[in-house]
T-cell receptor, first 117, second 112 residues
Framework: DARVTQTPRHKVTEMGQEVTMRCQPILGHNTVFWYRQTMMQGLELLAYFRNRAPLDDSGMPKDRFSAEMPDATLATLKIQPSEPRDSAVYFC???????????????FGSGTRLTVV | QKEVEQDPGPLSVPEGAIVSLNCTYSNSAFQYFMWYRQYSRKGPELLMYTYSSGNKEDGRFTAQVDKSSKYISLFIRDSQPSDSATYLCAMSRYSSASKIIFGSGTRLSIRP
Protein backbone atom coordinates (compact mmCIF):
# COMPACT_ATOMS: atom_id res chain seq x y z
CA ASP A 1 0.00 0.00 0.00
CA ALA A 2 1.55 3.32 -1.10
CA ARG A 3 1.63 5.83 1.69
CA VAL A 4 2.97 9.24 2.66
CA THR A 5 5.39 8.94 5.56
CA GLN A 6 5.80 11.73 8.07
CA THR A 7 8.32 11.98 10.88
CA PRO A 8 8.26 12.52 13.77
CA ARG A 9 4.70 11.52 14.72
CA HIS A 10 4.86 13.59 17.88
CA LYS A 11 7.09 16.48 18.92
CA VAL A 12 7.14 18.46 22.14
CA THR A 13 9.51 21.38 22.20
CA GLU A 14 10.16 24.56 24.12
CA MET A 15 9.31 27.96 22.77
CA GLY A 16 12.18 29.37 20.73
CA GLN A 17 13.53 26.02 19.59
CA GLU A 18 13.84 24.97 15.95
CA VAL A 19 11.46 22.28 14.75
CA THR A 20 11.94 20.23 11.58
CA MET A 21 9.22 18.00 10.19
CA ARG A 22 9.90 15.57 7.36
CA CYS A 23 7.74 14.00 4.70
CA GLN A 24 8.37 11.21 2.21
CA PRO A 25 5.78 11.52 -0.58
CA ILE A 26 4.46 8.56 -2.53
CA LEU A 27 6.93 7.47 -5.18
CA GLY A 28 5.97 9.04 -8.50
CA HIS A 29 3.86 11.81 -7.02
CA ASN A 30 5.10 15.19 -8.23
CA THR A 31 3.00 17.50 -6.03
CA VAL A 32 3.54 17.87 -2.28
CA PHE A 33 1.43 19.89 0.13
CA TRP A 34 1.89 21.02 3.71
CA TYR A 35 -1.27 21.62 5.78
CA ARG A 36 -1.76 22.63 9.40
CA GLN A 37 -4.84 21.51 11.32
CA THR A 38 -6.17 23.09 14.50
CA MET A 39 -9.56 22.93 16.18
CA MET A 40 -10.11 26.63 15.60
CA GLN A 41 -8.92 27.00 12.00
CA GLY A 42 -9.38 23.53 10.55
CA LEU A 43 -7.07 22.52 7.70
CA GLU A 44 -4.99 25.40 6.39
CA LEU A 45 -2.73 25.13 3.37
CA LEU A 46 0.75 26.36 4.23
CA ALA A 47 2.66 25.62 1.03
CA TYR A 48 2.87 23.30 -1.93
CA PHE A 49 5.43 22.14 -4.44
CA ARG A 50 5.27 20.73 -7.92
CA ASN A 51 8.27 18.91 -9.35
CA ARG A 52 10.15 20.18 -6.27
CA ALA A 53 9.54 23.85 -7.11
CA PRO A 54 7.48 25.94 -4.68
CA LEU A 55 4.18 26.97 -6.28
CA ASP A 56 2.43 28.68 -3.42
CA ASP A 57 3.60 29.43 0.10
CA SER A 58 1.24 32.31 0.79
CA GLY A 59 -0.31 30.49 3.76
CA MET A 60 2.97 30.27 5.61
CA PRO A 61 4.28 32.87 8.09
CA LYS A 62 7.47 33.75 6.23
CA ASP A 63 9.39 35.10 9.18
CA ARG A 64 9.54 31.79 11.00
CA PHE A 65 8.44 29.02 8.63
CA SER A 66 10.31 27.57 5.68
CA ALA A 67 9.53 24.66 3.38
CA GLU A 68 11.89 22.87 1.02
CA MET A 69 12.18 19.81 -1.17
CA PRO A 70 15.87 18.88 -1.28
CA ASP A 71 14.99 15.93 -3.52
CA ALA A 72 11.93 14.16 -4.91
CA THR A 73 11.72 11.80 -1.93
CA LEU A 74 11.92 14.35 0.87
CA ALA A 75 10.00 17.48 1.83
CA THR A 76 10.78 19.45 4.99
CA LEU A 77 8.94 22.05 7.00
CA LYS A 78 10.94 24.07 9.51
CA ILE A 79 9.83 26.46 12.21
CA GLN A 80 12.44 28.71 13.76
CA PRO A 81 11.84 30.02 16.37
CA SER A 82 8.80 28.01 17.43
CA GLU A 83 5.97 29.61 19.43
CA PRO A 84 3.11 28.12 21.46
CA ARG A 85 0.62 29.25 18.79
CA ASP A 86 2.36 26.88 16.34
CA SER A 87 0.98 23.91 18.30
CA ALA A 88 -1.08 21.93 15.79
CA VAL A 89 -1.06 18.80 13.67
CA TYR A 90 0.99 19.28 10.52
CA PHE A 91 0.03 17.13 7.55
CA CYS A 92 1.93 16.41 4.41
CA UNK A 93 0.05 15.18 1.37
CA UNK A 94 1.13 14.17 -2.10
CA UNK A 95 -0.62 13.92 -5.44
CA UNK A 96 0.09 13.50 -9.11
CA UNK A 97 -0.42 16.06 -11.85
CA UNK A 98 1.13 15.39 -15.25
CA UNK A 99 -0.10 17.55 -18.08
CA UNK A 100 -3.75 16.83 -18.75
CA UNK A 101 -3.79 13.67 -16.68
CA UNK A 102 -4.28 13.93 -12.96
CA UNK A 103 -5.03 11.46 -10.25
CA UNK A 104 -7.90 12.32 -8.01
CA UNK A 105 -7.30 13.94 -4.66
CA UNK A 106 -4.28 13.82 -2.45
CA UNK A 107 -2.96 11.13 -0.16
CA PHE A 108 -2.30 12.44 3.32
CA GLY A 109 0.27 11.26 5.80
CA SER A 110 -0.65 10.57 9.43
CA GLY A 111 0.65 13.95 10.54
CA THR A 112 3.13 15.36 13.04
CA ARG A 113 1.50 16.47 16.29
CA LEU A 114 3.51 19.47 17.47
CA THR A 115 3.26 20.92 20.96
CA VAL A 116 5.26 24.04 21.79
CA VAL A 117 5.43 24.81 25.50
CA GLN B 1 -16.10 35.06 5.68
CA LYS B 2 -14.46 31.74 4.87
CA GLU B 3 -14.50 30.50 1.28
CA VAL B 4 -15.99 27.20 2.41
CA GLU B 5 -18.48 26.90 5.27
CA GLN B 6 -19.32 23.65 6.99
CA ASP B 7 -21.35 22.98 10.13
CA PRO B 8 -18.91 21.46 12.66
CA GLY B 9 -21.59 19.38 14.40
CA PRO B 10 -21.26 17.12 16.26
CA LEU B 11 -23.94 15.05 14.56
CA SER B 12 -25.14 11.87 16.26
CA VAL B 13 -27.53 9.44 14.55
CA PRO B 14 -28.61 5.84 15.16
CA GLU B 15 -27.18 3.00 13.11
CA GLY B 16 -29.03 2.51 9.84
CA ALA B 17 -30.10 6.16 9.51
CA ILE B 18 -29.52 8.29 6.45
CA VAL B 19 -26.95 11.00 7.09
CA SER B 20 -26.83 14.30 5.24
CA LEU B 21 -23.70 16.46 5.39
CA ASN B 22 -23.48 19.83 3.68
CA CYS B 23 -21.18 22.67 2.71
CA THR B 24 -21.65 26.06 1.13
CA TYR B 25 -19.02 28.04 -0.69
CA SER B 26 -18.56 31.53 -2.03
CA ASN B 27 -16.08 31.17 -4.91
CA SER B 28 -17.96 30.41 -8.13
CA ALA B 29 -14.66 29.43 -9.78
CA PHE B 30 -14.55 26.13 -7.87
CA GLN B 31 -15.06 23.22 -10.26
CA TYR B 32 -13.77 20.16 -8.40
CA PHE B 33 -15.57 19.00 -5.28
CA MET B 34 -14.42 16.37 -2.84
CA TRP B 35 -15.34 14.75 0.42
CA TYR B 36 -12.66 13.48 2.75
CA ARG B 37 -13.12 11.29 5.82
CA GLN B 38 -10.81 11.66 8.81
CA TYR B 39 -10.64 9.18 11.66
CA SER B 40 -9.27 10.28 15.01
CA ARG B 41 -5.49 10.82 14.95
CA LYS B 42 -5.28 9.97 11.26
CA GLY B 43 -4.86 11.98 8.08
CA PRO B 44 -7.88 12.73 5.88
CA GLU B 45 -8.62 10.18 3.15
CA LEU B 46 -10.46 10.87 -0.09
CA LEU B 47 -13.98 9.49 -0.08
CA MET B 48 -15.75 11.00 -3.09
CA TYR B 49 -14.80 13.21 -6.00
CA THR B 50 -17.09 15.17 -8.35
CA TYR B 51 -16.42 17.51 -11.21
CA SER B 52 -18.88 20.39 -11.73
CA SER B 53 -22.58 19.92 -10.96
CA GLY B 54 -24.48 16.68 -10.59
CA ASN B 55 -24.64 13.52 -8.53
CA LYS B 56 -22.19 10.70 -8.00
CA GLU B 57 -22.90 7.45 -6.20
CA ASP B 58 -20.44 4.99 -4.71
CA GLY B 59 -21.97 2.21 -2.64
CA ARG B 60 -23.71 3.75 0.37
CA PHE B 61 -22.34 7.22 -0.41
CA THR B 62 -23.85 9.84 -2.74
CA ALA B 63 -22.29 13.22 -3.45
CA GLN B 64 -24.35 16.06 -4.89
CA VAL B 65 -23.15 19.39 -6.25
CA ASP B 66 -25.41 22.34 -7.01
CA LYS B 67 -23.20 25.04 -8.47
CA SER B 68 -26.09 27.46 -8.97
CA SER B 69 -26.67 27.47 -5.21
CA LYS B 70 -22.98 26.97 -4.31
CA TYR B 71 -24.02 24.00 -2.19
CA ILE B 72 -22.65 20.49 -1.94
CA SER B 73 -23.91 17.49 0.00
CA LEU B 74 -22.82 14.03 1.02
CA PHE B 75 -25.44 11.40 1.84
CA ILE B 76 -24.65 8.20 3.69
CA ARG B 77 -27.27 5.45 3.52
CA ASP B 78 -27.57 2.61 6.03
CA SER B 79 -25.02 4.33 8.28
CA GLN B 80 -22.68 2.08 10.26
CA PRO B 81 -20.70 2.68 13.48
CA SER B 82 -17.56 2.46 11.33
CA ASP B 83 -18.74 5.62 9.53
CA SER B 84 -18.12 7.58 12.74
CA ALA B 85 -15.46 10.13 11.78
CA THR B 86 -15.00 13.75 10.78
CA TYR B 87 -16.11 14.51 7.22
CA LEU B 88 -14.46 17.39 5.40
CA CYS B 89 -15.71 18.92 2.21
CA ALA B 90 -13.05 20.27 -0.11
CA MET B 91 -12.95 22.08 -3.41
CA SER B 92 -10.55 23.51 -5.96
CA ARG B 93 -10.57 25.57 -9.12
CA TYR B 94 -8.39 23.33 -11.23
CA SER B 95 -7.44 19.69 -11.08
CA SER B 96 -7.45 17.69 -7.91
CA ALA B 97 -3.67 17.96 -7.58
CA SER B 98 -3.87 21.73 -7.27
CA LYS B 99 -4.66 23.96 -4.33
CA ILE B 100 -7.60 22.55 -2.38
CA ILE B 101 -9.62 24.52 0.16
CA PHE B 102 -11.14 22.48 2.97
CA GLY B 103 -14.21 23.03 5.09
CA SER B 104 -13.73 22.85 8.84
CA GLY B 105 -15.24 19.36 9.04
CA THR B 106 -18.38 17.83 10.56
CA ARG B 107 -17.90 15.34 13.37
CA LEU B 108 -20.27 12.39 12.87
CA SER B 109 -21.10 9.70 15.40
CA ILE B 110 -23.21 6.62 14.54
CA ARG B 111 -24.81 5.05 17.62
CA PRO B 112 -25.07 1.21 17.55
Amino acid sequence: DARVTQTPRHKVTEMGQEVTMRCQPILGHNTVFWYRQTMMQGLELLAYFRNRAPLDDSGMPKDRFSAEMPDATLATLKIQPSEPRDSAVYFCASGSAAGERTDYGYTFGSGTRLTVV
Amino acid sequence: QKEVEQDPGPLSVPEGAIVSLNCTYSNSAFQYFMWYRQYSRKGPELLMYTYSSGNKEDGRFTAQVDKSSKYISLFIRDSQPSDSATYLCAMSRYSSASKIIFGSGTRLSIRP
